[in-house]
């Protein structure tokens, strides 16, 4: 692994949801998962960059799975975070396999499958070249793992929080039903608030502002996208604490 000294970005943290390890966005299947860590040992390999991994669990449970149940939120929520494990070990496992060096780490403690996270330790773990896979959530409930990635960015000094879609930039309205709808190059902060734009859920997003932690917003359908980014290009959408007159009517 090389130093590429022309990135924009020295580490990162990327976001992955859960949909993107399992075949039509269910379940855990090898194969799928295989391709997303080929993507990220690629980067890691030809970047250098110091990077870790927040996995989402929406492919094995998500919350609303219980609306209309009895089932208690905070029971859910625990089942999702054990769900982010799952996803963790086996992004690891793929990610070895193609020779990458990687430490799972969790907000839950689970001492004979993978690490309790320590900031010190993640930080060390990345300094030494490690991908350090980040699961468990905040380890509390009612916290998504949206708002796990913002706590974590921010808690590792990262340059920049990646998220990862299946869309290529944020719209100024549902491109899916307005066909006229205006891709964004860049939004600042307040203007995503005022206009409802879906970047995180509120509590993650809140956190980013309060710290000025900017999200890049890109499409990890093209595997280009990743290492276009952290070289300092300009895929997506950047939120960041500057505005744009790209979002003003």
Do not use: W
């Amino acid at each position: 692994m090389r130093k590429d000294k022309s990135m924009a970005y020295k580490r990162v943290l990327l976001k992955v949801s859960g949909e993107v390890f399992g075949k039509e966005k269910q379940g855990l299947d090898f194969k799928t998962v295989n391709k997303v860590a080929s993507v990220i040992r690629k980067v890691h390999k030809n970047t250098g960059v110091e990077m870790a991994i927040v996995v989402g669990a929406g492919n094995l449970f998500r919350g609303r799975y219980i609306e209309g149940t009895a089932v208690d939120h905070v029971v859910a929520d625990q089942i999702g975070m054990l769900g982010t494990i799952m996803n963790a070990l086996a992004l690891q496992e793929e990610m070895e396999r193609l020779g990458d060096t990687t430490r799972v780490m969790s907000s839950i403690s689970i001492p004979t499958v993978c690490e309790l996270f320590i900031r010190r330790r993640a930080l060390r773990h990345m300094e030494k070249g490690r991908t350090v896979i980040l699961a468990g959530g905040t380890g509390n409930p009612y916290f998504t793992t949206d708002s796990a990635a913002a706590l974590r960015a921010i808690e590792l000094k990262c340059n920049v929080l990646l998220k990862a879609s299946n869309v290529d930039a944020i719209y100024d309205r549902d491109p899916e039903k307005y066909p006229n709808a205006k891709k964004l190059e860049r939004v600042d902060y307040q203007t995503a608030l005022e206009k409802g734009l879906k970047i995180m859920d509120n509590t993650a997003f809140a956190l980013c502002q309060s710290k000025q932690m900017p999200i890049v917003v890109f499409n990890f359908d093209r595997q280009e996208n990743l290492e276009r980014i952290i070289k300092g290009e300009r895929i997506g959408t950047l939120v960041s604490n500057y505005p744009s007159s790209q979002t003003k009517n």
